[in-house]
C-alpha cells in the first residue's frame, strides 16, 4: 500500500509552484517549533522554477540553513554546480545570509570534498551520528537516480555514513552526495519531478518492484507518508 502523497499539476511551472508552498509551509512548521530549520535543496534542471518561486515569495530565511543533497566536482562558478544555480536562483534574489549556506566545496578532491562536507554538517549538527533534515528536496533522473545515487551504486546499501565522494560512470564525472541513511531520516521529503522521459521511470518507483538498487529514487519516497511528490502531467501520465 502507498502512503505517499501525489500532487499532479498541469506543467512544470504550475508543478513548481505548488511545490514551493508546499517548501514554505514546510519550513514555517518547523520553525514554529525550533530556532533553527534546515534544508537540503538539489541541482538539475528542474528545481529552477522553484528557486525562483522560493525567492520572490517573501520569506524570511534567516533562520534556514541551505545544505546540498549532491554535487558535481566542479568549481562553484561553473554552470553544471548546483551550488551555481541555487546562487543565482535563490540564495542571491532571496538575500539568504552567506553563514546560513552550506555548500559542497565541489572545486576540491572528491574525497577531500566530501569529508569537508560530512565535517560542515557534524559540526552544524553537534553530532556525528546521521543528521535529521527538516526537509530534503530532491529529483528524479530518466534512470530513476536519485541524489548522485545512480542504479546499481554499491552506496545505495549504507545506511551509517552522511556523504560520500562517487564516480557516476555514465557521465564519466565525480560527484559528492547524501547516503540513504540522510535521505530516510528526513522528517519530510519533498519530490520534484517533470517531463515525459520520466514518466517509465516514475512508474517503476512508485508502482514497479521494489528494488532500491534498480531504483534509487524509491528511498524514503515509496511507502512514506513523509513524502510528497509534486509532479506534471508528463511525469505522471503512466501512474
Known sequence: M????????????????A?????????????DVKPLATFAISGGSTPRLLF???????????????????????????NQSNYKLANETLIIPAKINSANVHRIQGELEPSEAAKQYVRE???????SEVPEFDLIHRGMGPDAHTASLFPGEPLIDNRTDIAADVWVEKMKSHRVTLLPGVLLKARQTVLQVAGADKAAALFNVLRGPEDVKQYPCQLGARGSDKAVWFLDKAAAARL
Open 52 to 78: 525562483r518561486r522560493l525567492a520572490s515569495s517573501g520569506f524570511n530565511w534567516s533562520r534556514v540553513h541551505l545544505f546540498w543533497v549532491d554535487e558535481r566536482c566542479v568549481p562553484p562558478d561553473d
Open 2 to 17: 502507498s502512503d505517499e502523497i501525489l500532487s499532479v499539476r498541469e506543467d512544470a511551472e504550475s508543478a513548481a509552484s
Open 19 to 31: 511545490c514551493a508552498s508546499f517548501v514554505l509551509d514546510t519550513l514555517h512548521l518547523a520553525l
Open 121 to 127: 554538517i557534524t559540526t552544524f549538527f553537534g553530532s
